[in-house]
T-cell receptor, first 117, second 112 residues
Framework: GAVVSQHPSWVICKSGTSVKIECRSLDFQATTMFWYRQFPKQSLMLMATSNEGSKATYEQGVEKDKFLINHASLTLSTLTVTSAHPEDSSFYICSALPDRGNYNEQFFGPGTRLTVL | TQLLEQSPQFLSIQEGENLTVYCNSS?????LQWYRQEPGEGPVLLVTVVTGGEVKKLKRLTFQFGDARKDSSLHITAAQPGDTGLYLC???WGGGADGLTFGKGTHLIIQP
């Protein structure tokens, strides 16, 4: 149980285009999901908290108009990187917090490698 | 911004040796998790600790939460090459559904 999937696993796009990344909880419902970013040789950094049916909450320094988050159902959150630039190239990882889980135990997806040319 | 310090960042030891990884904060955690991450993959949850003084074991891995809930340790006994990987501690301080703050991670290499 507690499986989280992400799609796509990797994507290459041209500068200025938009890219959508999907995060799904496969065997549980998650009102709350999170999006993290990980640069090479670095740890994960929280970008935003995604709540089903309400607006996402963004961490300081993360542009909400650039990283659009939609959490339309209890099993799906999407992150859209708009007008992507090379500096947005990174490993994007989502996590999901089971509605019937313990404490703050989050389960992570396998990540999406974004390369912006 | 809450800070979480993890040490050491790199550790290379021989098979069969023991090791300990530390995770510290100046603030009280509401919960703390330990994850293991392989290259190109997402972190995999190893354990969650929430009670001060708590000790949890996962085969040769022992996780301890400090009495004051400001620190945690991961101890591996008789390390094996299969233990090689990136170990991450991650904490939350809010008590609710909070995003996690991750330590910088410990890159562990176990040499045969």
């Amino acid at each position: 149980g507690a499986v989280v999937s992400q799609h796509p696993s990797w994507v290459i796009c041209k500068s200025g285009t938009s890219v959508k990344i999907e995060c799904r909880s496969l065997d549980f419902q998650a009102t709350t999901m999170f999006w993290y970013r990980q640069f090479p040789k670095q740890s994960l950094m929280l970008m935003a908290t995604s709540n089903e049916g309400s607006k996402a909450t963004y961490e300081q320094g993360v542009e909400k108009d650039k990283f659009l988050i939609n959490h339309a159902s209890l099993t799906l959150s999407t992150l859209t990187v708009t007008s992507a630039h090379p500096e947005d190239s990174s490993f994007y990882i989502c996590s999901a917090l089971p509605d019937r889980g313990n404490y703050n135990e989050q389960f992570f997806g396998p990540g999406t490698r974004l390369t912006v040319l | 911004t809450q800070l979480l310090e993890q040490s050491p960042q790199f550790l290379s030891i021989q098979e069969g040796e023991n090791l300990t990884v530390y995770c510290n904060s100046s603030s009280v955690f509401s919960s703390l998790q330990w994850y293991r991450q392989e290259p190109g993959e997402g972190p995999v949850l190893l354990v969650t600790v929430v009670t001060g003084g708590e000790v949890k074991k996962l085969k040769r891995l022992t996780f301890q939460f400090g009495d004051a809930r400001k620190d945690s340790s991961l101890h591996i006994t008789a390390a094996q090459p299969g233990d090689t990987g990136l170990y991450l501690c991650a904490g939350a301080w809010g008590g609710g559904a909070d995003g996690l703050t991750f330590g910088k991670g410990t890159h562990l290499i176990i040499q045969p």
